[in-house]
């Protein structure tokens, strides 16, 4: 996309314009939007900076908008907004269609339409892989696995054997899908022994997975991403884990094995979510909160311990081990003192 | 394993069975187990589920063994059993004996009899790698590596210079060993040095280590990995430290440098262990737990601030930072009120 | 190296020689080191090991130096001058010249002198990489990347496009740099789109980066690692952070979205520190301490909550919840009882 009009914007995306409908050629945060470009006010407190923008129009809500004198798409989700234009004037980079020479592909694997695959990529037996994918350097692909159309797999991914990736999907660098489940049974002696995990895994369509994520197979069902989730790097989905659909979570979250989150939640980063949890759907959990037992109604859960500097740490921390020494004197203190005012 | 008569699992596993000495074909949990197949028990909770149960036969304990009519295998550890019956049905595919072509292997290393060695696989020099190996594609070995009879290396696994593995072990995708422990002086600029790692990394028997988990080198003497220890993905393990034999370690749990861990511990999803101590022996930690100091009592360990709603949280967390305060006003008005109770 | 006396390191690294300027052949802790080598002692309460010691000279403050009668180096800063004594010993390992002729390097990207670059090395359109840089096998580099001079990237590194990297940087395996930042947008049906990632990275001068951590990629304007940071294993920096020159990040970190991280400061394992906040320069946070707000005063700031049994944490921990109500009821009490003492 070179440029296009406000109109046209309006046309793909809703809104409403108002003011001069020009042309613009970009998009850019407001304090370093160029002439001739859009940019976009999702908050109020930075509305200030608009004093000196050099933007030629903006995307803003109603409430936002009043005394700004350049053309304005008027729309009720303006970060949104400016996704979509973003995504206009920044496509992906479309690597050429073709497979390398290098690439190890199983003759029983079956590839569809525009693929590229790329130098050293190694894949395994009954592998189906969809229409306009780019499969990046260095990708290995295990037995039985498909993946759905426009693919994006980016250097250094594994999968393992049994997983179904749907459509649409993004893996980056380092995702590793499929590996065993943790689970372990201890014998008399307290050694372990491995159970085999044969349930794969099924990821949706739509679904974006960040650098070094792990998701594990299940160990009988699989585990399950469903449509449209997106997950940070450095994320950890054990065995059995079901992601409801559109569910967000951020970088370095864990979550243990069978745990069912729902839909549409939100997961801050370094949250560590227990095993065998239910999650409601629309659930927001905090960053770094540690959640021990399910959630059956949504809201915004937290449990960050407020941090302090040492000194005053050291002072207050101590307390938390004798709450219930302290809790017991406080009770006694009243009873000593409330029976007396009643007297 | 095709089928198997529970008569034949008993003389391997041991139990007592109760019942008709039936073929079993697989086994499953519960809910999705077939008829002709042998099901277990590890949880009274359960016990419910089987009023509807397909199963033929199942494992069960002695105490929850009552008012079951099918026949029965009752053994003190029916997880344990559940996971050796599993393996028999569901071997580990093995890769079939042969080096790829393209595998890239120095002529001072020694590859035993029986390996799988595939595509683009390098190894460097002086490297040992005994009986039945399977190392999968894009596996990187460094230099005076020694590697066990019957491990598994999955896809993209990377060991550094210097780094032992026994027998019988399983290193998952993305892994690390032998990288770097985070050794760093500063100087009088406060600027960072590094400490040269030379120690290496030596792993026992038995060792199963998660999808990209790291284990760092030590700086003089190694990292030691023990026999029998189970790790999961996303472990960190820094330099120097030891984990001692049949320890289990679950997901995104971090070590620091130099801390001893005992033996047949278990250490929950999240847990962030503080460098230069020592975990006695049989200790269990749960989940997030931040552990700051030594441990030197076995017994369950656990410090997650309790998670609440955002607006509960706000309320309550607030006098977290005021614990010192609280606790002499307590104080204060014990002094006030107890006299008064004497006189 | 192999020996060398006293007063060279004197010469070469400060300190004053106390005793006899002997030859000494390598350096090691004080439990280890052997006749003809010199060991250090860093902390007082080490110093009755050297009683045993077969060391045959001493690097010491002049603090520590009394009572000690083989030749002593005495420095204010003994770990750092042990730092450097070890680096001359272990120097780090370096590959022979050369381009493998499986690595795939397009022609329009540049590779100045004396460049080790190994198997399967896979480097995009228009790079440079300058001189004396070792790339070891199965590196992935994309298109528009900048590599300084003497700069070594282990095994199974992926960088994206658009990453811009300074001299003597060392990239430990299965680190990925330049990944989507984890931008999207909620559409008004909570469903997320991506928003387009083009900043890039830029990472200064003499930069450690351990084992599997993942540098995004900022959104327009790029993520920052400045000069001397060293970031250990598993660490995770969002799209447009910034890290300021000399800051030391151990392992397990995360940082989330447009933070900035001053100069000299010093995250401890397992930290997670939320987006678009500041911390100052010279600030050390603990480990496992959740930051979710700006720093502004240099300090050493914590948050961990006490780990105790899982008896007592149940027994207290309860009591955090309901903070609020036993605040409340000290102050009723405090109402009650004092105004009676002043009557």
Chains 1, 2, 3 share one sequence.
């Not at 426009?150 to 380092?174: E, Q, R």
């Not at 065995?239 to 659909?245: D, F, Q, R, T, Y």
């Not at 959640?291 to 000194?311: A, E, H, N």
Request: charged content about 20%.
């Amino acid at each position: 996309m070179n440029k296009i009009y406000l109109s046209d914007l309006v046309k793909r995306f809703g809104g409403e314009l108002v003011g001069e409908d020009i042309l613009i050629s970009d998009i850019a945060p407001i304090e370093m939007v160029k002439s001739n470009e859009i940019t976009f006010l999702v908050d109020a407190k930075y509305k200030k900076q608009l004093e000196n923008t050099n933007a030629s129009a903006i995307i803003v809500s109603v409430e936002n908008s009043e005394n700004i004198d350049i053309p304005k798409i008027i729309t009720d989700n303006p970060y949104w907004y400016f996704s979509q234009i973003s995504q206009l004037f920044h496509v992906r980079k479309k690597l050429p269609v073709g497979i390398s020479k290098t690439a190890v592909i199983s003759d029983s694997s079956t590839i569809a339409d525009s693929p590229h695959i790329s130098h050293y990529v190694v894949i395994g037996e009954n592998v189906t892989i969809k229409n306009n994918c780019q499969i990046y350097s260095h990708v290995i692909i295990g037995d039985n696995v498909t993946i759905g159309e426009n693919v994006i797999i980016y250097p250094n991914v594994t999968i393992y054997d049994n997983v179904k990736i749907g459509d649409n999907c993004i893996l980056h660098s380092g995702v590793v899908i499929g590996s065993d489940g943790f689970g372990n049974a201890r014998d008399n002696k307290k050694e372990w022994s491995d159970i085999p995990q044969i349930g794969g895994v099924v990821i949706g369509n739509n679904v974006n997975i960040g650098a070094n994520t792990t998701i594990d197979c299940g160990t009988f069902t699989p585990t399950i991403i469903e449509d449209g989730v997106v997950i940070d790097n450095l994320v950890q989905i054990a065995h059995n884990v079901k992601i409801g659909a559109h569910t967000g979570i951020a970088a370095c979250v864990g979550i243990a094995g069978s745990t069912t989150i729902g839909k549409y939640c939100q997961l801050g980063g370094g949250c560590a979510i227990t095993g065998h949890i239910t999650i409601a759907d629309n659930t927001v959990i905090g960053g770094h909160t540690g959640v021990t037992k399910s959630i059956t109604k949504p809201d915004l859960y937290f449990s960050v311990y407020p941090f302090s500097t040492l000194k005053e740490w050291a002072k207050n921390a101590v307390h938390v081990r004798n709450l219930d020494s302290i809790y017991k004197r406080l009770k006694t203190l009243e009873n000593m003192v409330k029976p007396k005012t009643n007297s």
